[in-house]
């Protein structure tokens, strides 16, 4: 082999893009032959979603228990590489040298490190919404409990979460409420509090930006975040847990620093500069700390203990705390300028109430704002009303007018506002509590002059305003000047903003006051002194001054160890800014079984997990191996193939259509003609699936792989790395150590058989030495723990109790190849077929599982060690019918260098002796161009007026007698056997020569009606004739299938076979002749001595011999002649038996 | 089994026939048409005793005089053998040789009063799912009819399973 169209140095590898059933043929059928291959998936595991679901296949089984097995093939092939979680980005080059640049997008987990414990999706809280039907996964998760790799990932949308963009301080919402609607308050406690220091105080005064970007809110109303978020931190603080840490942290030991300010801001700097070594001192004008937030923020809003609370454990051991002192000179304090301190941190907030400029403004009873909350919060009330006039329409408003309707003396607070009703720009529910205070709120006033008696203020007038933001959105407010109104005050309060005053620090300021410090570092125009929250950005959220503060904080750090302040993400807080990704919606989960909090509880489940993983750290901290990294990033590599196969699950399939663009195909119809596997970029190939029909999937994954196999025939083989085993351990004289595993076969045996029951009746059995139900025994994972107990117990028989055994017969003999055995030292039980679907629910389907696997492990004491046979394999192919079939199936052979002897029964090729079909008008020229090319292959031996007469052997050895007319009898040697015959007059005589039953329309069967559609049941043997009617393309694809098929065989130059042969005794041989008589292949002969002997390679091992020789001295060599009574007496044994 | 399982014998018939018997049929069965058929049957869900067994065979062709003897000596009350149909014999006339030597042990079973109606073969092909339940539940009924396996293990009865 290997002589094929030449092509210099072409590579013997092949891409497979898609792992349903198309995928997995086309690799499996390539590895088989020589070829090594790469089998790239986008999804997390290989299968694809045909593997997944539940649904009951023709034949029987589901869908998962088909393909399982063929997955675990195609993991422990050699010759297969599985890629999965890859996107094919590029495919570049020529035929035969195709470079393909792969993505590997990341998983989140270590491969190398997970061990499919499932710790983690166990406290995993976040549960992915599932499509109808499908078992709803947790954000970390395994698509199903055998899946291949059998290692869990994470599903992540990075960014993909507005809320968690949405806020200034970084705080992970998604995280914080996958904790809490999992019930796990002080983990999300303390999620919480790694961004947000002031829970409690946010929670009740935050703006709540993640609750305006919540993608539910568009729906039914946002996630109530900033609630739940108070809830955490009030039941935190009452539960009185250790979580809130009274002092964290050491002293420092590195430089001093001076933070100058005790509002949000500066706190957050102080602390986390005392967290990163340094010396801290925190200067405070005001006697206590707090900022805004003590003196702003009134205590009905903000409760002093609450605040008291958060601030107390913010501060960190070893603060200088210098309150009461007012620092004049920021500059002053740097060492460089003869102070103390290596930086400053200026976050002196704004205090400087802003003007209306209106007439009037300077009288007795009008106050700013921020005086009067601040005086009102330091001491007693301040000395207002009776009636109060509050301007502005600001939170700032609101606290001043709900303070002043509180205070003494005041009888009525009016709220004046600029905007019309339902227009003004603070939290609706905020500005309908203070209405529903008391607080008289009147809409669209301008306030003109401000009404004197005696240097004191009476009324204030106003004008009406028709509108506030011009077209484009730019304040700039219109006015009635013939629409005015008058409110009569005795105080009036102004809200109309809060600026900065720090005219007096010499630092370089904006045009309105602000100090002018870098966005992203806060580093102002004096080296070393740093400016941030209010002072900077003037009045700002509590959120954004705590992202200033711990920016801050960083880029002190960072220039104090003489680096660039440089910050560490430029994307923090903006993370969200891509586009939104759509997610299904969940249902609202009931509330009911929940205990304390359901309803916080329930409130937080109602969090779309907009970005699938919450990145909340459960399941880091579950995993006892270490192996979650959210820092994975994707990673790009580069393979050379020969040939490129792409196999969609259907043209639908989720990431096909940008696949087909990427590598330049028509992602409706990829095929050239458009049923084809051939495309229009030569050495690329299609096995578009068809959805649920994995049948057609398989054929023309097997068709695609043949195509390959054609182009790269003459580097098959330099690639492919041959299976290596153990060392067999010869356990001939080892006493029986049986393991016996049952299988589930996920819901299949279990329910109709109790297989612990099983599994306890069997344990005490002759020999057993293990016993274990395993969930699926084809699955790999099924395959790996038979493989440990083998090692664990040194085990050296096998019982599989599962399903029909000649199905995954081979798998179950690779484990035991692979742990050092013999691979014929396996028995197995079906219990399924046999027992489960055929007894189920009848009691005494427990009872009859019992006994066919005790039957089993009685079988499993008499096994011998076989030594293997290599059968030489002919390296061509009978094929019979010189039809379009035919002749697409042999020149497909030998494209790859096999021989062909294309038989046909009348006097000339394409189906001429036959009619014509009526779907094979038009075909003729393709037809005629077929005969030709079949006529002038060099390696295509015609056989015309022939016919079969007899095939004997078997699979890569076959002896094929052909009836010649008018000539006489030809004898041709054959690895393979291929049916392209098409009436059904002849199928019948066929079928009895190659000794297949047909099925009930008069059709060849498949040895599988969906794994294995071209194969018959015979090894060795195909057929690529379908029912009709059939289209010449299915009939190309059945024909292309068919070849690759064989060429599975073809390709090796030796079967290994069983050598289940029969051997004899020469004790008690009399050379009576009796075998010699009997046998149909003349395998015994009377030997020297006097004596029969058989000849091993014509021996096809059925055992007449053995039932027949009188003096009991023949045995089939893989049985231990007292098998069948031992089996026999463990059946019938009493209460073994039953 | 019923902890007030009692002998009881039915008037008219000598047959021993305790309450709750089942028969017990064990079927050879052929690795490539019978077990296939097995298989199929399973898989289309046919239903038939639970109180019988398979053993798989390469052919009925190596069954051996002494182990169907020995399955009637042990307890068993019948015995199906399944192969393959005329012509489909893999090993190309092991179907045969089983039929030839089925008869003599049917001929002992007559003699020693067991009956050779114990031990039944039948030849099916793989496709032939159907007929394999139908065998299944033929044979069964058959052996109901004669009743238990006399040569059963008087232990056997009393043992129970737990």
């Not at chain 1, 599932?130 to 409990?145: D, F, H, M, N």
Request: hydrophobic share 40%; net charge neutral; glycine share 12%.
């Amino acid at each position: 082999m290997g002589s094929g169209r030449e092509r210099p140095g072409g590579v013997g590898a092949v891409l497979v893009c898609g792992s349903g059933g198309a995928g997995i043929q086309a690799a499996l059928d390539l590895a088989e032959s020589g070829f090594r291959v790469i089998l790239a998936e986008a999804g997390a595991a290989i299968g694809g979603r045909a593997a997944r679901s539940d649904d009951t296949l023709s034949g029987g089984d589901c869908a998962m228990c088909l393909l399982s097995p063929r997955l675990a093939e195609c993991a422990r092939n050699r010759n297969i590489e599985i890629f999965t979680l890859a996107d094919v980005l590029e495919v570049s080059g020529e035929p035969g040298r195709f470079r393909v640049r792969i993505r590997h997008n990341p998983r989140y987990v270590d491969p190398g490190k997970c061990d499919g414990c499932g710790n983690c999706a166990a406290v995993c809280p976040v549960t992915l919404p599932a499509a109808p039907g499908e078992e709803a996964l947790k954000a970390i998760s395994r698509p199903w409990p055998q899946a291949i790799p059998n290692i869990f990932s994470i599903s992540r949308v990075a960014g993909a979460a507005p809320c968690r963009g949405a806020c200034p301080a970084g705080v992970n919402v998604p995280g914080f409420l996958a904790l809490l609607g999992a019930g796990r308050l002080e983990a999300a406690y303390t999620l919480l509090r790694d961004r947000c220091p002031f829970p409690g105080t946010s929670g009740r005064i935050c703006r709540r930006p993640c609750e305006s970007a919540c993608r539910r809110g568009a729906r039914d109303g946002a996630v109530a975040v900033g609630d739940l978020e108070r809830f955490v931190a009030d039941a935190v603080a009452s539960a009185e847990t250790t979580l809130l840490p009274a002092a964290e942290g050491a002293a420092g030991t590195r430089a001093r620093v001076a933070v100058i300010g005790g509002g949000p801001a500066g706190l957050v700097a102080a602390r986390d500069l005392a967290l990163t070594g340094y010396r801290v001192t925190l200067f405070e004008a005001q006697p206590l700390l707090g900022g805004m937030l003590r003196y702003g923020v009134p205590p009905f809003r903000l409760p002093r203990e609450v605040l008291d609370r958060e601030i107390g454990a913010l501060l960190p051991p070893g603060l200088e705390l210098r309150t009461s002192t007012r620092v004049d000179k920021p500059a002053g304090l740097l060492s460089v300028h003869g102070g103390a301190f290596g930086a400053v941190f200026l976050a002196c907030g704004a205090w400087a109430g802003r003007r209306l400029g209106i007439p009037g403004e300077g009288a007795d009873g009008v106050w700013q704002a921020v005086d009067y909350l601040r005086v009102s919060n330091s001491g007693p009330p301040a000395p207002i009303g009776p009636g109060v006039l509050v301007i502005g329409e600001s939170d700032l408003a609101l606290d001043a007018a709900r303070t002043a309707l509180r205070a003494p003396g005041v009888r009525r607070v009016t709220l004046a506002c600029l905007h019309g009703r339902g227009e003004v720009p603070v939290d609706a529910g905020r500005l309908a509590l203070a209405a529903g205070e008391g607080v008289e709120v009147e809409y669209g006033l301008g306030p003109t002059r401000v009404n004197t008696l005696a240097g004191r203020v009476v009324s204030v007038s106003f004008r009406a305003c028709t509108s506030v933001f011009d077209e484009h959105g730019r304040y700039d407010p219109l006015y009635d000047d013939a629409a005015t109104r008058t409110l009569g005050a005795d105080t009036v309060i102004l809200a109309s903003g809060r600026g900065v005053d720090a005219a007096g620090y010499a630092l370089e300021r904006r045009p309105g006051g602000r100090l002018l410090a870098d966005p992203l570092t806060g580093a102002t125009g004096v080296p070393g002194i740093f400016a941030g929250g209010d002072a900077v950005l003037g009045p700002a959220s509590l959120a954004e001054a705590i992202a200033q503060g711990r920016r801050a904080a960083e880029s002190m750090d960072a220039w104090l160890k003489r680096n660039a302040p440089i910050r560490e993400a430029a994307a923090m807080g903006v993370s969200g800014a891509g586009p939104r990704h759509p997610v299904p919606m969940a249902p609202d989960p009931a509330p009911a079984g929940l205990q304390a909090g359901s309803r916080e509880v329930a409130e937080a489940r109602r969090c779309l997990n907009c970005g699938a993983c919450s990145e909340c750290g459960l399941c880091t901290t579950a995993c006892s191996a270490g192996a979650i990294d959210l820092a994975q990033a994707p990673s790009e590599s580069e393979i050379e193939v020969g040939s490129v196969i792409v196999a969609p699950e259907e043209t639908g399939a989720p990431g096909w259509s940008e696949l087909a663009a990427r590598i330049g195909l028509d992602p409706d119809a990829p095929g050239v003609p458009p049923e084809s596997v051939r495309t229009r970029l030569p050495g690329v190939y299609a096995a578009v699936g068809r959805g649920a029909e994995i049948a057609a999937a398989v054929t023309r994954g097997s068709a695609a792989a043949a195509c390959a196999m054609e182009q790269l025939a003459s580097v098959r083989g330099t690639l492919a790395r041959p299976r290596s085993y153990p060392w067999e351990r010869d356990v001939t004289d080892e006493e029986a150590r049986i393991g016996v595993f049952v299988c589930r076969c996920g819901h299949q045996i279990s329910p109709a058989v109790d297989v612990a029951e099983v599994c306890r009746s069997v344990a005490a059995l002759e020999g057993v030495h293990c016993v274990e139900a395993l969930e699926y025994s084809c699955s790999d994972s099924g395959l790996r723990r038979m493989k440990r107990r083998i090692g664990e117990h040194r085990l050296n028989r096998l019982v599989v109790a599962s399903c029909s055994s000649r199905t995954y017969e081979a798998l179950f003999q690779e484990v035991l190849r692979e742990s050092g055995l013999n691979r014929y030292l396996l028995a197995t039980a079906n219990i399924r077929e046999e027992c489960a679907w055929v007894h189920g629910g009848d009691e005494a389907a427990t009872r009859k599982a019992v006994d066919l696997v005790a039957m089993a492990a009685a079988r499993a004491r008499h096994l011998r060690p076989l030594p293997p046979v290599d059968l030489p394999v002919t390296a061509s192919a009978l094929v019979l019918g010189g039809g379009s079939s035919g002749m697409t199936a042999a020149l497909s052979l030998a494209g790859q260098g096999f021989g062909v002897h294309l038989v046909e029964r009348s006097g000339a090729l394409g189906g001429g002796g036959r009619r014509p079909g009526p779907e094979e008008g038009g075909a003729g020229d393709r037809a005629d161009g077929l005969i030709d090319r079949v006529t002038a292959h060099p390696r295509i031996t015609l056989h015309l007026d022939s016919e079969l007469r007899a095939v004997a052997g078997q699979a890569g050895d076959f002896t094929c007698r052909l009836n010649v007319s008018g000539w006489g009898r030809v004898t041709l040697a054959a690895g393979v056997v291929i049916v392209a015959t098409g009436a059904g007059g002849e199928n019948e005589a066929l079928a009895a020569k190659l000794r297949v039953a047909l099925g009930e329309d008069g059709g060849f069967r498949p040895a599988h009606p969906v794994l294995r559609p071209v194969d018959l049941v015979n090894e060795g043997q195909f057929f690529c004739t379908a029912a009709p009617p059939s289209s010449i393309q299915e009939r190309v694809l059945r024909a292309r299938a068919a070849a690759a098929r064989a060429a599975t065989i073809l390709s090796k130059p030796q079967l290994e076979i069983a050598g289940h042969v029969a051997s004899v005794n020469p004790v008690f041989c009399v050379a009576c002749g009796t075998c010699v008589r009997l046998c149909p292949y003349g395998a015994p002969f009377i030997g020297e001595a006097r004596k029969a002997a058989v000849q091993e390679v014509k021996c096809a091992g059925c055992g007449s011999c053995v039932a027949s020789c009188p003096r009991r001295a023949i045995t089939l060599r893989r049985e231990e002649s007292g098998t069948v009574t031992a089996m026999l007496g463990q059946l019938l044994a009493a209460g073994g038996g039953y | 089994m019923s902890p007030d399982r009692s002998e009881s014998r039915s008037e008219g018939t000598r047959t021993v026939r305790p309450p709750g018997w089942e028969p017990e049929i064990l079927a050879f069965c052929c690795s490539y048409c019978a077990s296939a058929a097995a298989g199929e049957a399973g898989a289309v869900r046919l239903r038939y005793p639970a109180g019988t067994r398979i053993l798989s065979t390469p052919c009925t062709g190596g069954i051996e005089m002494e182990h169907l003897l020995e399955a009637f000596e042990k307890g068993v009350d019948g015995v199906l053998v399944v192969g393959c149909p005329d012509g489909g014999c893999h090993f190309v006339e092991g179907n045969q040789r089983a039929l030839r030597r089925l008869e003599r042990v049917r001929a002992i079973l007559d003699e020693i009063g067991l009956g050779g109606g114990r031990l039944r073969m039948v030849q099916l092909s793989d496709s032939m799912a159907p007929a394999f339940a139908d065998h299944m539940r033929e044979i069964t009924e058959t052996i109901r009819a004669m009743g238990p396996n006399p040569l059963k293990p008087a232990r056997k009865e009393s043992a129970g399973r737990s």
